[in-house]
Nanobody
Framework: QVQLVESGGGLVQPGGSLRLSCAASGSIFSINYMAWYRQAPGNQRELVAGITRGGSTNYADSVKGRFTISRDNVKNTVYLQMNSLKPEDTAVYYC???????????????WGQGTQVTVSS
């Protein structure tokens, strides 16, 4: 079994910062791509940022220059540093991981349960 546990969400004022963490544990041989998605009420889930095992990153245009994704491959943890937050960043943030349970097995995608981020004065 695999678990992804997110933390760090909360209420913050516009212009503030939050740091999200997502720790993967369980039957994991290796993790390739890790990413953060978000979903606001009435909207589809959208990619916020992603990072490969080697550290290559990609971002949604709406968060470039404000959010930074990073990861610790030893701890199987991905982080999302969010600065200059705006009310439109309000959403439930989900992490996911593309992982292999064994060296010769297939790649699977697993999702966390989500953490609420609310940007409001």
């Amino acid at each position: 079994q695999v678990q992804l546990v997110e933390s760090g969400g909360g209420l913050v004022q516009p212009g503030g910062s939050l740091r999200l963490s997502c720790a993967a544990s369980g039957s994991i041989f290796s993790i390739n791509y890790m990413a953060w998605y978000r979903q606001a009420p009435g909207n589809q889930r959208e990619l916020v940022a992603g990072i490969t095992r080697g550290g290559s990153t990609n971002y949604a245009d709406s968060v470039k220059g404000r959010f930074t994704i990073s990861r610790d491959n030893v701890k199987n943890t991905v982080y999302l540093q969010m600065n200059s937050l705006k009310p439109e960043d309000t959403a439930v943030y989900y992490c996911n991981a593309d992982y292999k349970a064994t060296e010769w097995g297939g790649m699977y995608r697993y999702w966390g349960q989500g953490t609420q981020v609310t940007v409001s004065s």
